[in-house]
């Protein structure tokens, strides 16, 4: 069954009406039941309307501890234009990681015919980050406040399998070229998913104040570094 996260922060889910022969939006009133429900979010449905969704219904709040403090922030922010200058819009993504012990082909995208037998470790995740403005770079969220990413748009991306071949590494500056990657279209996000991914990003080094003091002790790392150098 299909979910439609709409601008709104409502979730509606398809329903064949027989009479009209046709798809009838309903809106659900047991989001639990729906977790593990496929999704589709509506056209430029973003961070605000996710937040939104969490407020409409509040048993998702309890998928995570960090919602009241996330939903406290999200109170604090203006009621638009809340962007980052660096970023596009806001992206998940399947990946697939292969660490192989030799160099090897894949056919079939992983996510197109399920598992391939593989002689290798693998890692699969989800990764929620921000698309940069030049569509290469990924900028982490961990450590951006929400007044510069609610209104940015959210995008479903693709899946993505990543399959680093023999070798060990020293030339760090052509590194692209030692994996292989290939992208499937046909992956597909529970309600689930899209939840638990986006505040496990936001809240990776905690609330605000907690993501401010740990920013301090790197930066206060870095320049003890710098000055190890400058002594050397």
Known sequence: ????????GEIFYNNWNSDNEDWDKEKIVNEPFYLHSSIELEEG?????YFQMILNYPDLQKLDPFFPEFISEYYECPQENCVSEDIKHLELNYIA????????????????NGPQDMESHVDIFIDFFGMGTDDETHWGLDF???????DHKIVLG????????????KDYENLKDKFIVKESK?????????IHTIIYE???HGNK??????????QKTVEEVKNLKTAA
């Open 158 to 169: 693709v899946a993505k399998v990543s399959i680093e071949k023999e070798g060990n590494y």
């Open 144 to 150: 951006i406040d929400l007044k510069d990413l609610l």
């Open 1 to 8: 069954m299909e979910l439609l996260l709409t601008r709104k």
């Open 209 to 218: 104040e907690q993501k401010k003091k740990r920013m301090d002790e790197i």
């Open 97 to 112: 990681s292969y660490e192989c012990e030799k160099t090897i082909e894949l056919s079939e995208p992983l996510f197109d």
């Open 186 to 194: 046909n992956c597909g996000y529970s309600l689930y998913d899209f």
């Open 45 to 49: 449905y973003t961070l605000r309307d």
């Open 202 to 204: 936001l809240s990776f």
